[in-house]
């Protein structure tokens, strides 16, 4: 019997390095990064429904209809198919938005492996990645997870193995930041106060003390200036010697590697009492995207 359903995770991402080479004659900038997957996901869902269509429901009905990243992955590949689909798409959000963790790309490139899986089409993954490049720069890595280096505007992805692994803090500042202000904050001079091309040190690191020592955002002085809330929190953990303190992408996220989890929730609990108003969580890296689970009707 065919599957009537078929659901995944959708892991978030981290940037430990995040280089900004200015801006592309398209608009973009030239970007180098090494990303890895975290243990942060939302949970997607795709089921076969009686109606013809695509409908995206979510516990959070700002995320619902068209504009959806999953839900015009699962346009978008209907269209390569010239399939006519009856589909109803089910997101539980664990990522924050604007929080730089690439949640809407995670639940896109899910998206498009779940319906590959229950249309039958048979794509492998570096055509799924091609899909989804149209659809966001961002989505193409997740193809690749647990590790990769990213380069162009985010759509050229390297897969690469750390030999570290181990736990990330994750700070979350009640703050969506736009990607696009951030960008648009950008200014050169932030890259020169910042060191670049270090994603080959980082990779033959041992330990979370030497990734950490490698790891930088040319992004965080943008972020700072878009979002003052971020820059407080920044300034606190540090004041509080809970450094080193690191921003993810272009958002309002921030992080802390370890090599034991026990040593990452005494500074998770640490953070909480400052009461500095933010949440937290201790999730293991790297990790890949999730496995495909199908129901059959």
């Known amino acids: 019997m065919a599957a009537s359903s078929v659901a995944a995770t959708a892991p978030a991402k981290i940037n430990l390095t995040l280089d900004v080479h200015g801006r592309r004659d398209d608009g973009h900038h030239e970007l180098r990064s090494l990303v890895i997957g975290v243990n942060l996901c939302d949970q997607v869902r795709c089921r076969v429904r009686h109606e013809p269509g695509i409908e995206l429901v979510?516990?959070?009905?700002?995320?619902?209809?068209s504009g959806n990243l999953a839900h015009r992955a699962a346009v978008k590949l209907a269209q390569h198919l010239g399939h006519d689909p009856a589909l109803r798409i089910e997101l539980e959000?664990?990522?924050?938005v604007g929080g730089g963790m690439g949640g809407g790309s995670s639940d896109s490139a899910t998206t498009l492996s779940l319906c590959n899986d229950l249309w039958g089409a048979g794509l492998d993954p570096s055509e799924l990645a091609a899909i989804g490049a149209e659809l966001g720069s961002d989505v193409?890595?997740?193809?690749?997870?647990?590790?990769?280096?990213?380069?162009?505007?985010?759509e050229q992805v390297q897969p690469v193995t750390l030999r570290w692994s181990g736990w990330v803090l994750l700070v979350f500042v009640d703050a969506a930041v736009s990607?696009?202000?951030?960008?648009?904050?950008?200014?050169?001079?932030d890259a020169a106060r910042l060191p670049g091309r270090t994603d080959e040190a980082i990779i033959l690191a041992a330990t979370a003390d030497e990734v950490s020592a490698l790891a930088s955002n040319h992004l965080e002085p943008a972020v700072f200036r878009v979002s003052p809330a971020v820059a407080r929190v920044y300034?606190?953990?540090?004041?509080?010697?809970l450094g080193p303190i690191r921003i993810t992408g272009a958002g309002s996220t921030l992080y802390r590697l370890?090599?034991?989890?026990?040593?990452?929730?005494r500074v998770e609990r640490l953070v909480n009492d400052l009461r500095i108003g933010v949440t937290t969580s201790v999730v293991a890296a790297p990790v890949g995207p999730g496995s495909i689970a199908s129901e059959e009707s």
Not at 93 to 96: A, E, F, H
Not at 235 to 241: F, I, P, Q, T
């Open 58 to 65: 979510c516990a959070d009905p700002r995320l619902w209809g």
């Open 93 to 96: 959000k664990w990522i924050p």
């Open 140 to 154: 193409p890595l997740f193809f690749s997870l647990p590790s990769a280096v990213v380069t162009g505007r985010g």
């Open 179 to 189: 990607t696009t202000e951030v960008y648009r904050a950008w200014r050169p001079t």
């Open 235 to 241: 300034d606190e953990l540090n004041r509080a010697g």
């Open 258 to 265: 370890f090599d034991e989890e026990e040593a990452a929730h």
